[in-house]
T-cell receptor, first 113, second 113 residues
Framework: AQSVTQLGSHVSVSEGALVLLRCNYS??????LFWYVQYPNQGLQLLLKYTSAATLVKGINGFEAEFKKSETSFHLTKPSAHMSDAAEYFCAVSTQGAQKLVFGQGTRLTINP | DSGVTQTPKHLITATGQRVTLRCSPRSGDLSVYWYQQSLDQGLQFLIQYYNGEERAKGNILERFSAQQFPDLHSELNLSSLELGDSALYFCASSPRPVTDTQYFGPGTRLTVL
């Protein structure tokens, strides 16, 4: 069975600072990994995904994530935070042949002016 | 806009009642997924349909049922509603039945009073 742990339910950074949202996964088979963003009162939007190609994945809005098998991690980063990045971020895991996404508990990102 | 539509946006009902949530997938997508997002349980997979057939089941209660129609829209039926069923219900769609990017609708917020 797969599982995801997101370290930190709330992260607060200043505008222009580095954003780092942590995600660790557990999977007995090679995982597929996703980051989704949820803005207030909206659905989930895909930021980026890893499906066993390049370990450094670039997504939308300047976000990227690196798959590290040895650390079972898939942390999300953005070099410079913008006020519009304030949202809830979800890491999710799936596997080849699986039908469902297993989500972490989410991290609420706050950007301070 | 993901291309997945859900109706209604909000639903307020009383305990013991029955409601139907509707989802239209993106054009060309054959697979539909239902997820529940609540404060205590987070985002949980409920059920998946592919081209009219049930494909996978998650933590879906016996009081809940779903189906996918020939035009590929899906309905989630929730009956004998309890206070704890209050949540955001998301529908997602993908082209294929396995390990594909899932595109999420805006959700239906259900409040049970």
């Amino acid at each position: 069975a797969q599982s995801v742990t997101q370290l930190g339910s709330h992260v607060s950074v200043s505008e222009g600072a580095l954003v780092l949202l942590r995600c660790n996964y557990s999977s007995s088979v090679p995982p597929y990994l996703f980051w989704y963003v949820q803005y207030p009162n909206q659905g989930l939007q895909l930021l980026l995904k890893y499906t066993s190609a390049a370990t450094l994945v670039k997504g939308i809005n300047g976000f990227e994530a690196e798959f590290k098998k040895s650390e079972t991690s898939f942390h999300l980063t953005k070099p410079s935070a913008h006020m519009s990045d304030a949202a809830e971020y979800f890491c999710a895991v799936s596997t080849q042949g699986a039908q469902k996404l297993v989500f972490g508990q989410g991290t609420r990102l706050t950007i301070n002016p | 806009d993901s291309g997945v539509t859900q109706t209604p946006k909000h639903l307020i009902t009383a305990t013991g009642q029955r409601v139907t949530l509707r989802c239209s997938p993106r054009s060309g997508d054959l697979s539909v997924y239902w997820y529940q997002q609540s404060l205590d349980q987070g985002l949980q997979f409920l059920i998946q349909y592919y081209n009219g057939e049930e494909r996978a089941k998650g933590n879906i209660l016996e009081r809940f049922s779903a189906q996918q129609f020939p035009d590929l829209h899906s309905e989630l039926n929730l009956s004998s509603l309890e206070l704890g069923d209050s949540a955001l219900y998301f529908c997602a769609s993908s082209p294929r039945p396995v390990t594909d990017t899932q595109y999420f609708g805006p959700g239906t917020r259900l409040t049970v009073l």
